[in-house]
């Protein structure tokens, strides 16, 4: 039955194109964002998830520049500590060469308690952004990372410590005075051999000293290290989610402006049916 009021083909014909353009501006969006889930309305499970995603790697971001200031931080107090053990090395050499009936004892005595002084400098002053890993009492943590479990919207931060190595109370140094409380002095060979024992126990504590840092700067330099490679993962896992196949919204664009153009032709023919009807009345 044909009718004047009711155009069932046009109908269907605009209900298509209509379906046509809607995919198109969609497809549109994904060419000129990059993205196939730009908003919520998109898809909000999947946005949901690339945002909780997208928080944690710039988080991991931040947690891997501030690893890098801690690893600063060690490397200064372990540079301080093996100039430490060079100065006490210098002074032990001073010691064992007072161990000789004929040497000066006044003149040696002299330079090892300037080295003692210098030694004393380095300790107190060895520190970045207020931390000094020399001296007694200081002490650094940061965070390492951030452990999330699956649905849990908390997540659990670890932090790596980083003690003093306290040369201060190791070495017995009086930072003010510029004096060590181990080092008695040197006015002959008996207490040139004395001192040469004393001073190779703050060399042991020296290295130690140094050594632990060391291990500690590796530790914090490995974590910033796999903190970024994992935000480096986020980021991809991210782009899996959220990021727009071009190649595939490209070959859809095509098609979908080709069903455009042949929908607006049937919704052409469509609204010209009506017009057959005056053909009976003639």
């Known amino acids: 039955m044909s ?13 298509t194109l209509k379906g046509i353009n809607s995919n198109l501006s969609k497809t549109q969006a994904e060419i000129s964002t990059g993205k196939s889930v730009a908003n919520a309305k998109d898809n909000a499970a999947i946005w949901a998830i690339s945002k909780v995603m997208e928080t944690d790697q710039s988080a991991f971001k931040n947690i891997q520049s501030q690893l890098n200031v801690a690893d600063a931080t060690v490397a200064t107090a372990r540079s ?42 380095i300790v107190s002053g060895t520190q970045m952004n207020g931390v000094n890993l020399l001296s007694a009492g200081g002490t650094m943590e940061v965070v390492g990372s951030l452990d999330r479990e699956n649905g849990n919207p908390e997540t659990a931060q670890n932090t790596i410590t980083v003690a003093s190595v306290d040369l201060e109370t190791a070495l017995d140094l009086d930072l ?34 140094a050594a632990d840092l060391g291990s500690a700067g590796k530790r ?21 989610l959220v990021d727009a196949d071009m190649e595939e919204a490209s ?3 095509q098609a979908l402006q080709t069903q455009q153009q042949l929908g607006i032709q049937s919704l052409s023919i469509a609204n010209q049916a009506p017009q057959s009807i005056l053909s009976l009345f003639r």
């Open 251 to 253: 070959a859809r664009l």
């Open 176 to 209: 003010e005075a510029g004096t060590s409380g181990s080092y008695t002095g040197i006015t002959d060979v008996d207490t040139a051999k004395a001192m040469v024992t004393a001073i190779e126990n703050m060399i042991d504590a020296a290295v130690g000293g």
């Open 3 to 15: 009718s004047i009021l009711t155009n069932n083909s046009a109908i269907v014909a605009l209900q």
């Open 80 to 121: 301080g500590a093996e100039m430490v053990t060079k100065l006490l090395t210098e002074m032990k050499d001073l010691a064992v060469g007072a161990i000789n009936s004929t040497a000066d004892f006044g003149k040696i005595n002299t330079d090892i308690e300037n080295k003692i002084s210098q030694i004393a400098s």
């Open 220 to 240: 914090i330099s490995d974590q910033a290290t796999f903190v970024g490679q994992l935000a480096d993962s986020l980021k991809v896992g991210i782009g899996a």
